[in-house]
């Protein structure tokens, strides 16, 4: 795993090291409060306590800053850790940071993507391109099967 050190929300900060001995969600999203992103940080959200029992803690990332991120979490009411990567190098380390196309345009941004992290750091499964639906229940069953 990429090593990286980021704001987060609630004015607080969030590394890889604070994840160290843990297994771990690392999962990034394109924006704050768009209708895929809150969906899939409130289902996050919702199965944070089967994580938890999985002992694996999830974390968020976006290129949004951090007060953004404190705004999203009160508006739904969500209970994930969210990091800001403005700079993108959190982002460009995990490669997905990526050309992506609509409409004939071509444009850099995030490739909605899960990492899951094993207690030693390193990665176990990732998904590219996810589609949100059933995506978290997938994550927590990978997480649940790791030793």
């Given at each position: 795993m990429p090593d990286f050190n980021l704001d987060a929300n609630a004015s607080?900060?969030?590394?890889s090291d604070d994840l160290k001995g843990h297994k771990a969600v690392i999962y990034f999203y394109p924006k704050d409060d768009t209708?895929?992103?809150?969906?899939?940080?409130?289902a996050f959200t919702q199965l944070k306590s089967a994580f938890e029992a999985a002992d694996t803690r999830i974390v968020g990332i976006s290129a949004d800053p951090a007060h953004k991120h404190d705004k999203f979490i009160a508006k739904h009411d969500l209970d994930i850790t969210l990091g800001?990567?403005?700079?993108?190098?959190?982002?460009?380390?995990?490669?997905?940071?990526?050309?992506?196309?609509?409409?004939?345009?071509?444009?850099?941004?995030?490739?909605r993507s899960t990492f899951l992290i094993d207690a030693n750091g390193e990665v176990a499964k990732v998904w590219?391109?996810?589609?949100?639906?059933g995506h978290a229940e997938e994550v927590l069953k990978a997480a649940e099967?790791?030793?």
């Open positions: 607080t900060r969030i590394s209708p895929g992103c809150t969906k899939e940080a409130i800001s990567d403005p700079e993108l190098d959190t982002l460009k380390a995990f490669g997905v940071w990526v050309q992506k196309a609509m409409y004939g345009r071509k444009y850099f941004g995030i490739e590219r391109k996810v589609r949100v639906a099967a790791l030793d």
